[in-house]
C-alpha cells in the first residue's frame, strides 16, 4: 500500500461530481499512477440502514428515566436506581471505549454494526422477562446489554460520512447520523408515557410495560434482518481526495493514533468543552421528569412532549448546521455560536421553569434542545478536521466517552443539587459548566488538516 506521501490528485472527469454515480480521475503528484474518487447510490441506503439502528437503540436511553414516577412505584425502586438506568448507557460507554473503537478501525462499518445491532436485539428481548415486581434487576440486565451495544453506534457518524459521501456532503451526512440517535431519544421521551400511563392497578402498569418492551423488540429484530441483508463496509473506490489520501496512509496502529490525539492541544481542548456541553445535556433529559413535576404536578404525559421538542428542535439545529458547514466550512465560528447559544438558551430554561405556561417551558426547553442538540454533529466534525488523518471513529468516539463521563458527574450533581436545594441551583451549575466550556472552545487553534487536503488537491481542468 502507498505511503502517505502518495496522496492522490482528484480531478473531476463528469460534471456534477458528487452526485450519484459521479466519477471523478485523480493522478498521484509523486508517481503518477492514476486511482478513482467515486460516491455511489447506496451510500443513502446505508445511512437511512443506520439512523433506523441509531433509533433503536436511542429510544431505549431514557425509557425509565421519563416515567420514573411509574417505574419506582411498580419496581418498589428509588429514583437513583431509575437514574442508573439512564446512567449504565454513560457508564459502559466509558468502560469500553477502547475496545468500541479498535473493532470499528478493524473490523469495519458492517461487522462493528452488526454487533451493535444484535446486541440491541437481545438486550431488548431480555426486558420481555422483566414484567413483575420483583424483576427489576432483569430489566437492568436487559438495559445494561443494549447500553454495551451503543459504543457500536456513537463513532459512527463522522466514520460513515466520511468513507461514503463527498466532500460537499460528508457534514451534512455526519449531522443526519447523529439525527437518528436523537430520533430514538424522541421516541424515548414521547411511547414511554403515552403507553405506560400511571395507575393505581400493578396489573395495569405491567401489561403496558409488556406492550412497550413488545414493540421495541419487534422493531429491533425486524432491523437485525434489514443490517445483515442489507448493510455494506466500504464503497470499492473513495468518494473524496481527503478519504482517498487516507486510504493510501499506512496504518500505524489503535495504541499510536489514541497518542497522537492526545499530543493534539486544540483537540485535546474540543474534547473538554464537547464533553461538558453533551454532557449538560444529558443531565437536563435524566432529570427532566422530576423537574416538570415538580412545577407541574400530574403532567407526566407533558414531562415526555417536552423532551420530545427538545430533541426534535435539536434534530432541526443538527441538519441546519450541518448544511451550514458544508456551505462555510467555518468549524469553529459555529462550534462557538452554537456554545454560547447553548448557553443562553439554558439560561432562559432556568428562569422560566416557574412562569406557571406548560407553553412558555415547551418553547425555552425547543430553544435549548436547537442549539445544545444541533452541536453534537458540529462538534464530530471539528474534531475530524483538527485530527486528520486519523480514523475518524477514534476522534468521535473519544468525545463521546468524555460526554459519558461528565454526563455522569453532572447528573450526579445535579440529582444531589435538585435534591438539595432544588431545581434553580442545580440549573444553574449546569449553566456555569457551559460557561467553563464556551471558554475553553474560544482558545482552540482552529487547524482544519482535512480542508488543508481537500485544497491541495483541487481539480484540475479536464482535457
Given at each position: ?109 458492517r461487522k462493528a454494526v452488526l454487533l451493535g445491532a444484535f446486541g440491541t436485539c437481545f438486550g431488548s428481548i431480555v426486558k420481555l422477562f422483566s414484567v413483575h415486581p420483583t424483576l427489576f434487576y432483569v430489566t437492568f440486565i436487559g438495559q445494561t446489554i443494549v447500553a454495551i451495544s451503543q459504543v457500536f453506534i456513537l463513532s459512527v457518524p463522522a466514520r460513515l460520512a466520511a468513507v461514503w459521501f463527498g466532500p460537499s456532503e460528508v457534514s451534512l451526512a455526519c449531522s443526519i447520523g447523529v439525527f437518528g440517535n436523537q430520533v430514538g431519544i424522541a421516541a424515548g421521551f414521547l ?273
Open positions: 500500500m502507498a505511503n502517505k506521501n502518495s496522496a492522490t490528485l482528484c480531478v473531476e472527469l463528469e460534471k456534477g461530481a458528487g452526485k450519484p454515480g459521479s466519477v471523478v480521475k485523480s493522478v498521484n503528484p509523486v508517481k503518477s499512477k492514476i486511482s478513482e474518487c467515486r460516491v455511489y447510490r447506496i451510500r443513502w441506503l446505508i445511512l437511512f440502514l443506520f439512523v433506523l439502528y441509531s433509533m433503536a437503540n436511542g429510544m431505549q436511553w431514557i425509557q425509565y428515566s421519563i416515567i420514573a414516577d411509574v417505574v419506582t412505584k411498580y419496581y418498589s425502586v428509588s429514583n437513583f436506581a431509575v437514574d442508573l438506568t439512564s446512567v449504565i448507557y454513560m457508564f459502559t460507554y466509558i468502560i469500553l471505549i477502547f475496545p468500541g473503537s479498535w473493532a470499528l478501525d478493524k473490523l469495519g462499518l411511547f414511554p408515557p403515552t403507553i405506560v400511563a400511571p395507575s393505581e392497578n400493578p396489573d395495569v402498569v405491567g401489561a403496558r410495560l409488556q406492550l412497550m418492551f413488545n414493540i421495541v423488540a419487534a422493531f429491533t429484530g425486524i432491523l437485525l434482518v434489514l443490517l445483515l441483508i442489507f448493510f455494506k463496509d466500504a464503497p470499492e473506490l473513495p468518494p473524496s481526495p481527503a478519504q482517498a489520501a487516507q486510504r493510501a496512509c499506512e496504518p500505524s496502529g489503535f495504541g499510536s493514533s489514541i497518542k497522537r490525539l492526545f499530543m493534539n492541544p486544540a483537540y485535546v481542548l474540543l474534547l473538554f468543552s464537547y464533553g461538558i456541553n453533551v454532557g449538560v445535556f444529558y443531565a437536563i433529559s435524566t432529570l427532566l421528569n422530576d423537574v416538570i413535576l415538580g412545577y407541574f404536578p400530574g403532567r407526566q404525559q407533558d414531562a415526555g412532549q417536552i423532551g420530545l421538542v427538545i430533541v426534535i428542535a435539536g434534530m432541526v439545529g443538527s441538519i441546519l448546521c450541518g448544511i451550514i458547514l458544508d456551505r462555510t466550512h467555518k468549524f469553529k465560528e459555529t462550534t462557538l455560536v452554537l456554545y454560547f447559544l447553548s448557553l443562553a438558551g439554558m439560561i432562559l430554561f432556568t428562569f422560566t421553569l416557574g412562569s406557571g405556561y406548560l407553553e412558555v417551558v415547551y418553547f425555552t426547553s425547543g430553544v435549548v434542545g436547537f442549539f445544545m442538540t444541533g452541536y453534537l454533529p458540529v462538534g464530530f466534525e471539528f474534531a475530524t478536521e483538527l485530527t486528520y488523518p486519523e480514523p475518524e471513529g477514534t476522534s468521535s468516539g473519544m468525545l463521546n466517552a468524555s460526554a459519558q463521563i461528565f454526563g455522569i458527574a453532572f447528573t450526579m450533581f445535579a440529582r444531589l443539587i435538585l435534591n438539595t436545594f432544588g431545581d434553580l441551583w442545580s440549573n444553574l451549575s449546569l449553566c456555569a459548566a457551559l460557561v467553563v466550556g464556551a471558554g475553553m472552545t474560544t482558545i482552540i487553534k482552529c487547524d482544519l488538516r482535512r480542508q488543508t487536503e481537500q485544497v491541495k488537491n483541487l481539480p484540475r481542468p479536464a482535457v
